[in-house]
Nanobody, 126 residues
Framework: QVQLVESGGGLVQAGASLRLSCLASGRTFSSRTMGWFRQAPGKERDFVAAINRGGTATYYADSVKGRFTISRDNANNTVYLQMNSLKPEDTAVYYC???????????????????WGQGTQVTVST
Protein backbone atom coordinates (compact mmCIF):
# COMPACT_ATOMS: atom_id res chain seq x y z
CA GLN A 1 0.00 0.00 0.00
CA VAL A 2 1.24 3.47 -0.91
CA GLN A 3 -0.06 6.60 0.68
CA LEU A 4 0.15 9.86 -1.25
CA VAL A 5 -0.22 13.22 0.45
CA GLU A 6 -0.49 16.39 -1.60
CA SER A 7 0.28 19.87 -0.36
CA GLY A 8 0.87 23.35 -1.69
CA GLY A 9 -2.54 24.30 -2.99
CA GLY A 10 -4.16 27.62 -2.27
CA LEU A 11 -5.87 30.73 -3.56
CA VAL A 12 -3.87 32.89 -5.96
CA GLN A 13 -4.49 35.54 -8.56
CA ALA A 14 -4.23 34.92 -12.27
CA GLY A 15 -0.63 35.03 -13.42
CA ALA A 16 0.77 33.79 -10.14
CA SER A 17 2.68 30.58 -9.46
CA LEU A 18 2.24 27.65 -7.10
CA ARG A 19 4.24 24.52 -6.46
CA LEU A 20 2.40 21.38 -5.48
CA SER A 21 4.16 18.56 -3.66
CA CYS A 22 3.19 14.94 -3.25
CA LEU A 23 4.91 12.84 -0.62
CA ALA A 24 4.71 9.08 -1.05
CA SER A 25 5.08 6.44 1.63
CA GLY A 26 7.01 3.22 1.29
CA ARG A 27 10.10 2.06 -0.58
CA THR A 28 8.76 1.68 -4.11
CA PHE A 29 8.46 5.34 -5.11
CA SER A 30 11.48 5.30 -7.40
CA SER A 31 10.02 2.37 -9.36
CA ARG A 32 6.74 4.10 -10.17
CA THR A 33 5.60 6.46 -12.88
CA MET A 34 3.85 9.35 -11.12
CA GLY A 35 1.12 11.61 -12.39
CA TRP A 36 -0.92 14.67 -11.58
CA PHE A 37 -4.59 14.93 -12.46
CA ARG A 38 -7.17 17.61 -11.71
CA GLN A 39 -10.91 17.86 -11.35
CA ALA A 40 -12.80 21.10 -11.73
CA PRO A 41 -16.28 21.51 -10.24
CA GLY A 42 -18.86 19.63 -12.26
CA LYS A 43 -16.27 18.12 -14.58
CA GLU A 44 -14.46 14.83 -14.95
CA ARG A 45 -10.96 14.31 -13.64
CA ASP A 46 -8.38 15.17 -16.31
CA PHE A 47 -4.73 14.37 -16.85
CA VAL A 48 -2.27 17.18 -16.16
CA ALA A 49 1.26 15.77 -16.18
CA ALA A 50 3.29 12.62 -15.60
CA ILE A 51 6.92 11.65 -15.08
CA ASN A 52 8.62 8.32 -15.51
CA ARG A 53 10.34 6.58 -12.63
CA GLY A 54 13.80 7.93 -13.43
CA GLY A 55 12.61 11.43 -14.14
CA THR A 56 13.97 11.28 -17.69
CA ALA A 57 10.63 11.57 -19.49
CA THR A 58 7.73 13.92 -18.82
CA TYR A 59 4.27 14.20 -20.31
CA TYR A 60 1.83 17.11 -20.28
CA ALA A 61 -1.71 17.94 -21.22
CA ASP A 62 -1.82 20.48 -24.04
CA SER A 63 -3.58 22.94 -21.76
CA VAL A 64 -0.59 23.20 -19.40
CA LYS A 65 2.39 22.76 -21.74
CA GLY A 66 4.87 25.56 -21.31
CA ARG A 67 3.34 26.66 -17.99
CA PHE A 68 3.57 23.60 -15.73
CA THR A 69 6.62 21.48 -14.93
CA ILE A 70 6.59 18.09 -13.24
CA SER A 71 9.68 16.84 -11.43
CA ARG A 72 10.59 14.27 -8.81
CA ASP A 73 13.05 13.67 -6.01
CA ASN A 74 13.42 9.94 -5.58
CA ALA A 75 15.67 10.32 -2.55
CA ASN A 76 12.80 12.04 -0.74
CA ASN A 77 9.84 10.17 -2.23
CA THR A 78 8.36 13.39 -3.59
CA VAL A 79 6.91 14.52 -6.89
CA TYR A 80 6.32 18.18 -7.65
CA LEU A 81 4.16 20.21 -9.97
CA GLN A 82 5.42 23.72 -10.60
CA MET A 83 2.57 25.80 -11.96
CA ASN A 84 3.34 29.18 -13.53
CA SER A 85 1.16 31.74 -15.27
CA LEU A 86 -1.91 30.33 -13.59
CA LYS A 87 -5.28 30.97 -15.18
CA PRO A 88 -8.79 30.86 -13.69
CA GLU A 89 -9.44 27.73 -15.75
CA ASP A 90 -6.69 25.97 -13.77
CA THR A 91 -8.98 26.07 -10.73
CA ALA A 92 -9.52 22.48 -9.60
CA VAL A 93 -8.67 19.88 -7.03
CA TYR A 94 -5.28 18.47 -7.96
CA TYR A 95 -4.54 14.81 -7.34
CA CYS A 96 -1.27 12.94 -7.24
CA UNK A 97 -1.29 9.35 -8.49
CA UNK A 98 1.08 6.39 -8.76
CA UNK A 99 1.30 3.58 -11.28
CA UNK A 100 2.29 0.02 -10.36
CA UNK A 101 6.04 -0.59 -10.01
CA UNK A 102 7.98 -0.78 -13.29
CA UNK A 103 4.93 -0.13 -15.44
CA UNK A 104 4.98 2.21 -18.42
CA UNK A 105 2.62 3.53 -21.01
CA UNK A 106 -0.75 5.17 -20.66
CA UNK A 107 0.69 8.02 -18.66
CA UNK A 108 -2.39 10.15 -19.36
CA UNK A 109 -4.93 7.45 -18.47
CA UNK A 110 -6.52 7.33 -15.04
CA UNK A 111 -6.93 3.58 -15.28
CA UNK A 112 -3.14 3.11 -15.28
CA UNK A 113 -2.80 4.57 -11.79
CA UNK A 114 -3.40 2.42 -8.73
CA UNK A 115 -2.87 4.79 -5.83
CA TRP A 116 -4.31 8.27 -5.41
CA GLY A 117 -3.93 11.09 -2.94
CA GLN A 118 -6.79 13.00 -1.35
CA GLY A 119 -6.20 16.07 -3.46
CA THR A 120 -5.31 19.70 -2.85
CA GLN A 121 -7.46 22.65 -3.90
CA VAL A 122 -6.06 25.24 -6.29
CA THR A 123 -8.17 28.32 -6.88
CA VAL A 124 -7.13 31.00 -9.33
CA SER A 125 -9.02 34.27 -9.19
CA THR A 126 -9.29 36.90 -11.91
Amino acid sequence: QVQLVESGGGLVQAGASLRLSCLASGRTFSSRTMGWFRQAPGKERDFVAAINRGGTATYYADSVKGRFTISRDNANNTVYLQMNSLKPEDTAVYYCAAQPPYSSGGENRESRYVFWGQGTQVTVST
